[in-house]
């Protein structure tokens, strides 16, 4: 009973042999981590359209579930940008950003992303991932990142703007560029300027000032705090906020409160489809990022249990004034770095941001938001890659138009339809290369019993045997392929005797399949030609044997692809070590 529920709590596992060691490590990289995540928390939650509070909350609760329920030991969960961008766009249309309604729909929506990932952690669902080519993932990453960039900028103009799509963002800062405040330009052009130095110059520098490379490391994470601080004692201390800079203002001063999303059936039903995306994508990016990280320490991700973590994070986030959050690239990134060794540096990264929600959020009033703006162009910048439309108009133009076909969908029409035709293209693109699948006619290599593509190797053939590898599994998509393939070549005119489906790479043959093969061996039988198989994997052959195939079968099953070559081409049927023959 104790391992079944460790399966179901991983806290349970790695609580059972925590060291003081451990925790030391733990607790640097919590304090690390806690350093970056408050600006962060802060920027993500107004980029979500929400209070910079509900940032910090939606970083606590959930952080604490992940780290009982998660599997991951180096995943930070928490606000990221996509996702914020994401629930933004889903909400924007329901509620007006700062009403009660916005918040309980973003409650609502968070609750109910939690409950979808619950759902497919306890079904076993985490496969449905897969569905999400790389390419286009990356595409609408790439996208989002663009979008949020330029989403921002009418923080660091102090002008108003609003929109879903590029060029609505892009045309309503156009509309607006006359009422630009020069003071808050100053401010946030210093600090994106700033923090682009901090990524790449500031180690450096603190390494040749004699610091240790953790200690320099700790500096350069610290380069957002420094930025918020600098520019917040300098709207503080010159009165800015008189001269029209726009501040975070006051924040509430305690913990998370105790909050219950919303069952109104009308709501549910108009967030479910973006709760789902936002599932989808969040489950995605988290995967990937603990699957690298764990595969440095040789470490096991479960899927299945990640989608229950994620889910009691969403459902927690939705009970604690929060909204949607995954696992985070750039702070996982940073809390493996830092040394963490358990989920419980998550824990104590919550503890960290609670203190700092208790004792420090006074100190934020003063704090411009063309800093946090900065913060959030800085940190997405980072994941746009145009570099992936290259790659793939290089080895794949199916997967190039997909990618491209993303990008501009989410630009031109928002996230959502750029996220919804992501999803439509990943599955359209593998029924797509799966529908022709690579259908190889094969000869015998002279002086082997090896069977080699004849357009590729100097290969033995027979006019009279027509032998075909199928290198893909057969089922309704791909069906009639080979049965209109199998036909045109033993046409009019055709002295093939036999045809022999060399069946060594068919893993699946589903019903719609199966009739197809009937009716290829009927039309071959009124012609003549015997059809016969060869190297059929044993699953496979036992569904064969259930239906009525094998008993109709004009030919006959070959254990090997030699085999049937021998018996076929030399008339040594008797020589032959068969499965299984039918006359």
């Not at 909400?91 to 309604?101: C, D, L, R, V, Y």
Request: proline fraction near 4%.
């Amino acid at each position: 009973m104790s391992f079944r529920l460790t399966n179901y709590i991983p806290a349970l596992d790695w609580g059972s042999s925590y060291t003081r060691e451990t925790l030391s490590n733990d607790l640097v990289a919590a304090v690390i981590v806690t350093i970056m995540l408050i600006p962060q928390s802060l920027a993500y939650a107004l980029l979500a359209g929400l209070p910079p509070e509900a940032g910090i909350y939606a970083s606590i609760a959930p952080i604490i579930l992940y780290a009982i329920f998660g599997s991951s030991r180096a995943l930070a969960v928490g606000p990221v940008a996509v996702v914020s961008l994401m629930t933004a766009a889903a909400i924007g249309q329901i509620a007006e950003s700062g009403t009660m309604g916005y918040a309980i729909a973003a409650l609502t929506l968070a609750f109910l992303s939690g409950a979808i990932l619950l759902v497919m952690g306890v079904f076993r669902l985490g496969f449905l991932a897969n569905f999400l080519s790389h390419p286009v993932i990356a595409g609408f990453i790439t996208a989002s990142g663009i979008l949020i960039a330029a989403s921002q900028l009418k923080h660091l103009l102090g002008i108003p703007a609003h929109g879903h799509t590029l060029f609505q963002v892009i045309s309503s800062l156009a509309q607006n560029l006359g009422s630009v405040n020069v003071i808050t330009l100053a401010l946030g052009a210093s600090a994106t300027g700033f923090l682009f130095w901090v990524r790449k110059g500031l180690k450096p520098r603190l390494r040749a000032l004699g610091l240790s490379p953790k200690l320099a490391d700790v500096g350069t994470k610290a380069g957002p705090v420094a930025a918020v601080v600098v520019t917040t004692l300098a709207v503080w201390g010159f009165g800015l906020e008189a001269q029209g800079v726009a501040v975070v203002g006051m924040v509430p001063q305690s913990l998370p409160p105790l909050t219950m999303p919303s069952f109104s059936p009308d709501l549910l039903r108009q967030l479910f489809i973006p709760a789902l995306l936002i599932s989808i994508i969040g489950f995605v990016e988290s995967i990937s990022v603990a699957q690298t990280l764990a595969a440095k320490k040789r470490q096991r991700i479960n899927p299945d249990q990640e989608l229950i973590g994620l889910g009691a994070a969403n459902i927690g986030a939705s009970l604690t004034g929060g909204y949607p959050v995954t696992g985070g690239f750039s702070r996982s990134v940073v809390n493996f770095d830092a040394g963490a060794e358990t989920p419980a540096a998550g824990a104590f990264t919550a503890v960290g941001l609670a203190i700092a929600a208790v004792a420090l959020t006074p100190l934020v009033y003063y704090l411009p938001k063309a800093t946090l703006a900065a913060t959030i162009i800085v940190a997405v910048l980072s994941l746009v890659d145009f570099s992936i439309l290259r790659k793939t108009w290089g080895y794949s133009r199916a997967d190039f138009f997909a990618v491209a076909a993303t990008i501009v969908l989410t630009l031109g029409f928002g996230v959502e339809t750029g996220v919804s035709a992501g999803v439509i293209l990943s599955i359209a693109l593998h029924l797509y290369k799966t529908s022709r699948p690579h259908v190889a006619e094969v000869g015998l290599v002279p002086g082997t019993q090896h069977f080699r593509n004849i357009l590729r190797h100097d290969v033995e053939t027979d006019d009279s045997v027509l032998t075909l590898r199928v290198d893909e599994s057969l089922y309704f998509v791909n069906a009639r392929f080979l049965e209109d393939l199998i036909l045109d070549r033993t046409g009019d005119g055709s002295p093939v005797k036999h045809v022999i489906l060399m069946c060594s790479a068919i893993n699946e043959i589903d019903y719609s399949a199966l009739e197809s093969l009937e009716a290829i061996n009927l039309q071959l039988t009124e012609m003549g030609i015997g059809l016969h198989m060869s190297e059929v994997k044993g699953p496979v052959m036992d569904r064969l044997k259930g239906s009525h195939f094998l008993r109709d079968l004009n030919g006959q099953i070959f254990q090997a692809q030699f085999d049937a070559w021998r018996a076929l081409t030399l008339n040594r049927g008797a020589e032959v070590d068969r499965v299984e023959r039918i006359s």
